[in-house]
């Protein structure tokens, strides 16, 4: 009766959510409804991670983290595009795994919005750090993530996805003055921010990533939060 119920109640769910969509498509409103697309891709994992029985450390250690990659954004905001955010979100996911990077890099983006600015690129923010920390996080086990030369390259890519994605937000907007020539002026201009976040991301994790590892990873095996099961990742030395 309960899996009826539960079945029942996604299809509700998913009924009202393509009726929504729909309603909002053909009104022309491509915001609000990229809004609520952004929201779904997100909503899953804080569903999962509140799920959890979590013991307050844990949770402690989450919000922590999250505060961390949001604060060590505010002393950067007069460098366009260069902060540790993505790094501390990085190294997150690599020694807590992809649940705890999607969460460290959604709050990090609210919390820091708090006093850099609110506004509709919040959500999207909240998805891209968010996406930082899930793949990081489903790689933090392969040989790939073990070696600098690959995390490297790993926030590097990232640099330039997120502010890939980011653009999506106000071009939504333009729909209606949306053409080739207008799409491409768009991400030619934010070259220079992507490069910067790219390069940021390489320069602190080249300097600042065994530490880090080590530090979390000792205090994962020492206090044995969050999935203490899984092998701690190491922080090899060699490049």
């Given amino acids: 009766m309960g899996k009826i119920k539960r079945i029942f109640y996604v299809s509700s769910m998913i009924a009202v959510i ?59 905001a007069p460098l366009p595009s260069v902060q540790p955010t993505s790094f501390v979100i990085i190294m997150a996911a690599l020694v807590f795994g992809a649940e705890t990077g999607f969460l460290v890099g959604s709050i990090a983006a609210v919390a820091s919005n708090i006093f850099l600015g609110q506004g509709p690129w919040t959500p999207w923010q909240m998805f891209c750090w968010g996406m930082i920390g899930f793949t990081a ?51 030619a201009a934010s070259f220079y921010f992507d490069l910067a976040h790219a390069l940021s991301n390489v320069f602190f994790i080249t300097l600042f990533s065994g530490v880090w590892i080590r530090i979390l990873t000792r205090v994962k095996s020492k206090y044995g939060l969050l999935n203490p099961e899984d092998s701690p990742l190491k922080s090899p030395r060699s490049p």
């Fill in 18 to 76: 393509v009726l929504l969509a729909a309603v909002l498509w053909f009104e022309d409103y491509y915001m609000p409804l990229s809004f609520l697309l952004i929201g779904l891709a997100m909503i899953p994992f804080f569903i999962r991670f509140e799920r959890k029985k979590l013991r307050a450390e844990e949770i402690l250690l989450v919000a922590m983290l999250g505060a961390i990659a949001a604060v060590s954004r505010v002393p950067f």
């Fill in 137 to 187: 996080g489903l790689l933090k086990d392969t040989f790939f993530m073990k070696r600098m030369w690959a995390r490297n390259l790993f926030g590097f890519l990232w640099g330039f996805l997120f502010g890939w994605i980011m653009n999506l937000w106000f071009l939504i907007d333009l729909y209606d003055q949306l053409s080739w020539p207008v799409f491409a002026s768009a991400y």
